[in-house]
């Protein structure tokens, strides 16, 4: 009898961290002036992945929640955050992603494989007053900060040519622009 609760003890032990989740930090010497570190945290559980990338005050965190198809990157520079629709064929699934990581994390390197893929988004306007409907990650992350929907641009862009987009560069993986007026300001 205390051999199988000592035995299912350890197991749980071992097995914990592969369900829940892990936490990866990858130096990111793509960031503007070769600065700045990214995390990227998967919890398999939950169906949640959290980029963290810090680099003074140009810093943000991203979140997504795959179980409600929501995505959401709070830019602490300009105290907002952008919640969008996760576009499954372009950004990697929860899977795909703790792979990559996993994969690069090993080989001690970041990029080298195929170019990461770009996504746009434009800014609505209007300020989200109901957070419920993204999801308790996103309601967590956006919480008390003024929060806009975005929807995502095909093709080329006025935005993009002035310059008027935050980029959110998920380390090799994938680049994020979010332009419009909030971000501009």
Same mark, same amino acid.
């Given at each position: ?25 990858? +130096?990111? #010497? %793509? *960031?503007? &002036? ?5 995390? !990227? ?7 949640? $992945? +959290?980029? #963290? %990338? *810090?680099? &003074? ?5 991203? !979140? ?7 995505? $959401? ?113």
């Amino acid at each position: 009898m205390r051999f199988t609760i000592l035995f299912a003890g350890l197991l749980g032990i071992f097995l914990a961290p592969a369900i829940a989740g892990y936490n990866i930090n990858v +130096n990111d #010497d %793509n *960031n503007v &002036g070769g600065s700045g570190q990214q995390s !990227v945290s998967v919890n398999n559980e939950h169906g949640v $992945a +959290n980029v #963290d %990338n *810090n680099n &003074g005050w140009d810093s943000w965190n991203a !979140v997504w929640d795959y179980g409600t198809g929501y995505a $959401a990157t709070r830019v602490f520079a300009k105290k907002l955050c952008i919640v969008h629709k996760i576009n499954k064929e372009v950004m990697p699934s929860i899977q795909a992603l703790d792979a990559l990581v996993k994969e690069k994390k090993l080989q001690g390197e970041g990029p080298g494989g195929p170019p990461p893929k770009d996504l746009m988004y434009s800014i609505n306007p209007d300020q989200v007053d109901d957070l419920s409907k993204f999801g308790k990650s996103i309601v967590k992350m956006c919480k008390g900060v003024p929060t806009f929907t975005a929807e995502e641009l095909h093709g080329a862009s006025l935005f993009y040519d002035t310059g008027k987009c935050f980029e959110a560069n998920i380390l090799w993986i994938l680049n994020i622009s979010f332009c419009g007026g909030t971000v501009a300001n």
